[in-house]
Nanobody, 129 residues
Framework: QVQLVESGGGLVQAGGSLRLSCAAS?????????????MAWFRQAPGKEREFVAT????????DYADSVKGRFTISRDNAKNTVSLQMNSLKPEDTAVYYC?????????????????WGQGTQVTVSS
């Protein structure tokens, strides 16, 4: 089983920055490992559906972002350390949500929830105005 553990959430004022990290361990039932999985961050605000934030392919050379965070957030990964990070700058109150790290059953990046087999427990990000 793959375990994903997020950290780095917290309370920040609008315009501030936070860096989320996700540490991966274990191996998927299929045998797939972290370094052979696309990764992503999703978020869910109270009363709203979970939404895509950013994704990165297995090697880290390709990324994709939701329009709402493009230019402000940066996703990256370190396969040697089995970690994926999300640098969030110029935060807005509408970025307030629980942020989830997810591992895909693909090596190519994808926005589709159905391709993500493993999820972390989430970390709360609150941006005050």
């Amino acid at each position: 089983q793959v375990q994903l553990v997020e950290s780095g959430g917290g309370l920040v004022q609008a315009g501030g920055s936070l860096r989320l990290s996700c540490a991966a361990s274990g191996r998927a039932a299929s045998g797939r490992t972290f370094s052979r999985s696309a990764m992503a961050w999703f978020r869910q605000a109270p009363g709203k559906e979970r939404e895509f934030v950013a994704t990165i392919n297995w090697g880290g050379g390709s990324t994709d972002y939701a329009d709402s965070v493009k230019g402000r957030f940066t996703i990256s990964r370190d396969n040697a350390k089995n970690t994926v990070s999300l640098q969030m700058n110029s935060l807005k109150p509408e970025d307030t949500a629980v942020y989830y790290c997810a591992a895909a059953n693909l090596i190519t990046m994808t926005r589709l929830v159905r391709h993500y087999d493993y999820w972390g427990q989430g970390t709360q990000v609150t941006v005050s105005s």
